[in-house]
């Protein structure tokens, strides 16, 4: 069973949605670069999840998360980022992968600017949790490539060549420029 979001309100629908944030200035750097690179204008967006309880492969990380410190530290910046993850459970829960991937669309939908693309830093803290996570937010992306330029960076190998095998989740794989941390 798959849960549409177009039927949820338009006023209530920003009250289910994750949230977007304008990212950090590297995010808005690398968006003024490519806008300039591409005579293109493209709009800086992050989404972000908790930093380690959704990085599995953190490893050494752990010791010294740079998203564990400084602003990230905030209540308000982990709140957000936890409702986030709650909010891709509970979809997952009601819906399964169909469900995220119809709320992780709508959140990038309602972010949309009116003019030009959205250059969308994928978690410049926590990462890919889970596979059914990787292929929602892979299959979200790849309706909106025409207006939507993702990046990141993830340790979760195992997920991107999972993908390359597999046709049905490759659309992440060709989607996102994954650039891994050895």
């Not at 819906?95 to 309602?110: I, P, W």
């Not at 889970?130 to 979760?156: F, I, N, Q």
Request: charged share 25%; net charge positive; hydrophobic share 45%.
């Amino acid at each position: 069973h798959s849960f549409d979001w177009s039927e949820v309100a338009t006023e209530a629908l920003h009250l289910h949605l994750p949230a977007l944030k304008t990212g950090n200035s590297k995010v808005k750097k690398t968006a003024k670069k490519w806008s300039m690179e591409t005579d293109e204008k493209f709009t800086p967006w992050a989404f972000n999840l908790p930093a380690l309880l959704t990085c599995p492969m953190a490893g050494d990380c752990e010791g010294f998360c740079y998203a564990l410190q400084g602003s990230y530290a905030f209540a308000s910046v982990r709140d957000s980022r936890a409702r986030t993850l709650s909010l891709l459970w509970e979809a997952y829960t009601r819906g399964g992968v169909d469900a995220v991937e119809a709320m992780l669309g709508a959140a990038f939908d309602a972010a949309r600017p009116r003019k030009g693309k959205v250059l969308l830093r994928i978690h410049d803290s926590g990462d890919f949790f889970s596979k059914w996570y990787y292929v929602a937010m892979g299959r979200a992306l790849e309706h909106r490539k025409d207006w939507l330029r993702p990046y990141g960076y993830t340790k979760r190998v195992d997920l991107i060549d999972d993908a390359l095998r597999l046709s049905a989740t490759a659309a992440l794989a060709s989607t996102v420029d994954a650039l891994v941390n050895a």
